[in-house]
């Protein structure tokens, strides 16, 4: 399973964008990214997940090099709500083993 | 259309006892999951059932056991508990060729004292 490394923590303001950058340098050719939010005492929630290029849905976009070593999760115009960990999954789609790294805490102020 | 229920919310036991905890996945989804996400950290995983079988396992000792039934819901068992088993204790289902996107319940929260 490819490991991943992301910032322990970043913080922002209402109505700016948040890039959160995912090292993944030895993910393989059939892994995919995905990304996961969670608030405090709940199960993570699915955001986005991509393969390469660009993903857009209604809440975040997903960039992804053509090398596929690194993504970037993208938020626009975040709110105080956006404040939670923010994991980056690297894996095989069809494969439910997901494994969690430490996450991003991001922190949006007022 | 329920999501993905878990009971107990939250529970006290003692050092040395067994808990059992339960999972009704997500509608249509046939596929569970088990996490242990301790304060601060990562969800780790813990194993997955699939066809009433352990598919995969992460890296827990044998006190960590499950089941999964016909009707595709869940058991986690932790016998012996220690404690550091004190965590709060995910259940994810999704379908078996699906689409990666894992659909977590609220989790159950255990105390070990």
């Known amino acids: 399973l490819a490991k991943t490394t992301q910032p322990i923590s970043m913080d922002s303001y209402e109505g700016q964008e948040v890039n959160i950058t995912c090292s993944h340098n030895n993910i393989a050719t059939n892994d995919y990214i995905t990304w996961y939010q969670q608030f405090p005492s709940q199960g993570p929630r699915f955001i986005i997940q991509?393969?390469?290029t660009k993903v857009t849905n209604e809440v975040a976009s997903l960039f992804i090099p053509a090398d596929r070593k690194s993504s970037t999760l993208s938020l626009p115009r975040v709110s105080l709500s956006d404040t939670a960990v923010y994991y980056c999954l690297v894996g095989v789609r069809n494969n439910n083993d997901m494994r969690f790294g430490a996450g991003t805490r991001l922190t949006v102020k007022p | 259309d329920a999501g993905v229920t878990q009971s107990p919310t939250h529970l006290i036991k003692t050092r040395g006892q067994q808990v059992t905890l339960r999972c009704s996945p997500k509608s249509g989804h046939d596929t569970v999951s088990w996490y242990q996400q301790a304060l601060g950290q990562g969800p780790q995983f813990i194993f997955q059932?699939?066809?009433?079988?352990?598919?995969q396992r992460g890296n827990f000792p044998d006190r960590f056991s499950g089941h999964q039934f016909p009707n595709y819901s869940s058991e986690l068992n932790v016998n012996a508990l220690l404690l550091g088993d004190s965590a709060l204790y995910l259940c994810?289902?999704?379908?078996?060729?699906?689409?990666?996107?894992?659909?977590f319940g609220e989790g159950s929260r255990l105390t070990v004292l």
């Open positions: 994810a289902s999704s379908w078996g060729a699906n689409t990666g996107e894992l659909f």
């Open positions: 991509g393969y390469k």
């Open positions: 059932y699939y066809e009433e079988e352990e598919r």
